[in-house]
């Protein structure tokens, strides 16, 4: 372990001790030696380390001029010559999250300096910044300091004498996303069949990959009159026009089109095709009401059973799109949907 | 592919008849075939009239 490390220690105004929100407009100042709870993140280094100053900035400061705050910041600490940043915690405060989130991520990359802080989970701070920087779990106010100053402690010595960071879980840290080889006693197959088992008995287990979290969306009220209402199609089977003119990508979708079928009766494979990967088009592309029912749902607005069907066709590939991708392009479907006032939409999935 | 969408959290799901033709059946004639497209979809329409309180998985309609 390297002796004497140097730190320099970000705060807000508040945990500074300069004012309350009525000072969160201050610029940054600097001061030596440790301020507030850098006094206990002094009293756990010890002889191991020492906080050479501490950089106090107002929250609203760095939120309105954030480039130029963290410059700023950055030009305070050099002439200390420090070997880490630790900043905050911040606990739940919003901006203070963003801004020590913001510090340590310049120092890591303009600076070459590895940095540590703290927040809350609902903090905006972690999401933002988690990935980029180490961030101990705090609870949700001040009351927990004692805890997270004694995480972000552990993580700086660590950093500082280069040892192997532990799981997020052992150490106390959100995950960054980080996948790391490691050798164990137990082969995949084993640790597999572990899981299945005990996920099977209802019994807990740890995923060894962080899983993405669905959403639930409460479902919208059913339709009432069925004959008066606008139906509209819809797919992520990858249709397009023959020959693909507007060039729409067949996997890892950015984007969707709509297709305009306003007297049309029946999808011709003259017209159109599939353009995915991820399945075998054939079908589809021989007769593309396999894919979008158009010929039945004319049949049924012929036959009133539904108001009308919608004039337009909306179609993406869905293989291998991201969740983010695939976010954004369901919101755009069904802004437009909604502006043209469409009650249901019948989607078809591969 | 229904456990997907299940797993995605679509509120109203139906089994299609087939990953490679989700509407059709390339086993049956092509008036049977739109039989079983307007079968499927008949029942997707019944499934916007219905009202739910969490996802459902509806039965195979055919």
Redesign the interface.
């Known amino acids: 372990m390297s002796p004497g490390l140097r730190a320099v220690h970000y705060l807000n105004q508040f945990f500074g001790g300069v004012g309350g929100e009525e000072k969160a407009s201050e610029g940054p100042q600097v001061k030596d030696g440790p301020i507030g709870p850098g006094g206990a993140l002094q009293g756990l280094l010890k002889e191991r380390g020492e906080i050479v100053a501490t950089i106090i900035c107002g929250d609203n400061y760095f939120a309105e001029r954030t480039e130029k705050a963290v410059e700023e910041v950055l030009q305070m600490m050099t002439p200390y010559r420090p070997d880490m940043v630790i900043a905050g915690p911040a606990f739940n405060a919003g901006r203070y999250g963003m801004a020590c989130g913001e510090v340590c991520k310049a120092a890591q990359g303009k600076l070459g300096i590895p940095a540590v802080t703290g927040m809350y989970e609902e903090n905006p701070g972690v999401d933002l910044y988690k990935r980029a920087v180490y961030i101990v779990k705090t609870s949700d106010s001040a009351r927990g300091m004692a805890e997270a100053a004694s995480r972000m402690v552990n993580i700086a010595l660590k950093l500082i004498a280069r040892e192997k960071i532990g799981r997020p879980a052992e150490e106390g840290y959100f995950p960054r996303g980080i996948i790391r080889d490691e050798r164990t006693d137990k082969s995949a197959a084993e640790r597999a069949v572990s899981m299945v088992l005990a996920k099977i008995k209802g019994e807990p287990f740890e995923p060894e990959i962080e899983l993405p979290k ?11 009159d ?1 004959a008066s ?1 606008k ?1 509209a199609l819809a797919t992520d ?1 990858g249709l397009v026009p023959r020959g693909n003119p507007d060039k729409m990508e067949s996997y890892k979708s950015t984007r969707f089109a709509s297709y305009n079928i306003k007297g049309i009766d029946s999808l011709s494979s003259k017209d159109f095709e599939a353009n995915h990967i991820g ?6 592309d021989q ?1 593309p ?5 158009l ?3 004319r ?2 607005e012929k036959e009133g ?2 108001g009308k069907l919608h004039d337009k066709v909306y179609a993406t590939a869905g293989v291998a799109t991201s969740l983010a991708n695939s976010k954004k392009i369901g919101q755009g479907i069904a802004e437009q949907l909604k502006a043209d006032g469409v009650d ?1 939409v ?1 989607l ?3 | 592919m229904t456990p997907i969408a299940v797993m995605i959290g679509a509120n109203r799901i139906i089994p299609g008849a087939g990953v490679v033709h989700p509407l059709g059946n390339i086993d049956l004639d092509p008036k049977a075939e739109k039989t079983l497209r307007r079968a499927i979809v008949e029942k997707a329409l019944e499934t916007l009239q219905t009202e739910l309180t969490e996802q459902k998985l509806f039965p195979r309609p055919v």
Not at chain 1, 214 to 220: E, I, L, N, S
Not at chain 1, 279 to 284: C, L, Q, V
């Open positions: 669905f959403d639930r969306v409460k479902p919208p009220a059913a339709i009432k069925l209402a139906i089977g399945y075998e088009t054939e079908f589809i007769d009401n396999r894919l979008v029912p010929d039945v749902m049949d049924l059973v539904i249901g019948i078809t999935s591969t």
